[in-house]
């Protein structure tokens, strides 16, 4: 492979940018272009392009789109809005107090400078399997706001993880808020990677006596803590086995319910 090959792979496919300034405006964008992704953080999603993994025809950056930031509490919990920055998750007073469990979970995602941009919306968009965020909001029982031309609707934690970087938002639909339920009781989340920062090579989120446990199927799996590996049927890779996988959820389920 020569140097002009690994030039044209780090350069994303040509695409049609879009830079709408309300949330109502992008719902139209959406509505109305065929294969669009968002773009608001963008610490998976420019990654993806630059590789070429992902070629959309459009990409619609919700950056401009004004008081799309806020984290508040609501309805015994707290609601991250679209914009609103791990990096301000991870030092909000109010999620520390409402809901600690979150403020474990982001500190847990990659490095400082990743999460100056990286957005919770965008982690759960996104949903990477090996990802510490949908993970805990499935533990919690939380839910997602959802934002199309047609209106509005609520998708249960339960109901909004479908596959690998699939969720059951519609294509015309912007996450616009998550949230998470408030915890006060035994809460954890432990996971094991080869280096700080790296992806989790399994991880468990314990909520009071729920457990989920990432990074060892297609999506966060609810399991029964008493026997965590039952129906599991993790995948190898160079960094570790299906063995090893099965392995690292038994003993991390231990540790969450120790904490």
């Not at 990096?87 to 100056?116: T, Y």
């Not at 090579?201 to 009071?208: E, W």
């Not at 389920?253 to 904490?259: H, L």
Request: hydrophobic share 45%; proline share 6%; charged share 25%.
């Amino acid at each position: 492979m020569g140097p002009a090959t690994l030039l044209r792979r780090v350069k994303p496919a040509p695409f049609e940018y879009h830079s709408p300034e309300s949330v109502e405006e992008a719902c139209e964008l959406l509505s109305s272009l065929d294969d669009a992704k968002v773009l608001a953080g963008g610490q998976s999603l420019i990654p993806l392009l630059n590789f070429r993994l992902a070629r959309p025809a459009h990409l619609i950056d919700i950056n401009r789109v004004g008081a799309l930031d806020r984290i508040y509490e609501r309805d015994g919990g707290v609601a991250i809005q679209a914009l609103a920055r791990q990096a301000a998750v991870e030092d909000s007073d109010l999620v520390a107090r409402v809901c600690p469990l979150l403020s474990d979970a982001v500190r847990l995602v990659a490095h400082r400078v990743i999460r100056n941009r990286g957005t919770v919306c965008g982690s759960i968009a996104h949903a990477d399997p090996a990802s510490e965020i949908p993970a805990v909001l499935l533990a919690l029982g939380g839910s997602v706001v959802a934002r199309s031309a047609r209106g509005v609707r609520t998708i249960a934690a339960d109901d909004l993880f479908s596959g690998v970087f699939e969720t059951s938002l519609a294509p015309d639909e912007l996450l616009v808020e998550a949230w998470f339920p408030a915890i006060r009781g035994k809460h954890a989340i432990v996971e094991e990677s080869r280096r700080h920062g790296d992806f989790a090579l399994a991880g468990a989120v314990r909520a009071d006596d729920r457990l989920v446990l990432f990074g060892v199927a297609s999506t966060p799996v609810l399991a029964d803590p008493a026997d965590p590996v039952k129906g599991l049927d993790p995948s190898g890779d160079l960094e570790a086995t299906p063995a090893f996988r099965l392995h690292l959820v038994r003993v991390l389920t231990d540790k969450a319910f120790a904490a």
